[in-house]
């Protein structure tokens, strides 16, 4: 069993800046890929960025590129989302997932707020 725990979401103004952590428990861990999504209300949930754990290539959706950046920390199985020039459009909750062995973990969620 894996779980993954988010911190660091909270209330910005536009043009802010957070960091999202996202630490892994449970087992011995090497997954595939990590990564963050979000949900706005009223919408689906979308893929915001990745990392591949071996390499640690990554991946960002068009609407981020250039403002977040994601990364790991093997020895501490943690990624991380640098938020920059944050948006109103960014606001929503953010999960951190895992995929390993071909199962998706996913965190509680941590909400992110940037106001206008």
């Known amino acids: 069993q894996v779980q993954l725990v988010e911190s660091g979401g909270g209330l910005v103004q536009t043009g802010g800046s957070l960091r999202l952590s996202c630490a892994a428990s449970?087992?011995?861990?090497?997954?595939?890929?990590m990564g963050w999504f979000r949900q706005a209300p009223g919408k689906e949930r979308e893929s915001v960025a990745r990392i591949y754990w071996i390499g640690g290539s990554t991946y960002y959706a068009d609407s981020v590129k250039g403002r977040f950046t994601i990364s790991r920390d093997n020895a501490k199985n943690t990624v991380y989302l640098q938020m920059l020039s944050l948006k109103p459009e960014d606001t929503a909750v953010y999960y951190c997932?895992?995929?390993?062995?071909?199962?998706?973990?996913w965190g509680q969620g941590t909400q992110v707020t940037v106001s206008s």
């Open positions: 997932n895992a995929r390993l062995l071909g199962s998706d973990y």
């Open positions: 449970g087992r011995t861990f090497s997954p595939y890929a």
